[in-house]
């Protein structure tokens, strides 16, 4: 078992209520001929995300605040966004090829 294997085997342990993503960059899954495509765990870690209200997921407090500063969201509706759950606490397996 590899090092990313075992940190989110760990992580999950841990962690149990916490929600498990699997994120990978739509450029390795592009092709739309309706086939599975393989990838390996690059990178695990436990942080905050937020789906925002477009397509794009922000992930880690400083991409999710650069992207609020974006679009004029202030301090204080962060922390409402905290509280009633829009920003979300997970643990992320990101995929590569």
């Given at each position: 078992m590899n090092k990313n294997t075992e940190k989110l085997?760990?992580?999950i342990k841990?962690?149990?209520?916490?929600?498990v993503l699997f994120m990978t960059n739509f450029e390795l899954c592009l092709d739309d001929a309706c086939q599975y495509w393989m990838g390996r765990i690059s990178s695990v870690e436990k942080t905050i995300y937020w789906h925002g209200d477009d397509e794009h997921v922000y992930i880690g407090e400083s991409e999710i605040k650069d992207e609020m500063e974006c679009q004029e969201i202030d301090e204080e509706e962060y922390a409402i966004m905290?509280?009633?759950?829009?920003?979300k606490e997970a643990i992320i397996a990101y995929i590569d090829a």
């Open positions: 085997l760990q992580l841990d962690n149990p209520e916490t929600e905290l509280k009633d759950g829009k920003i």
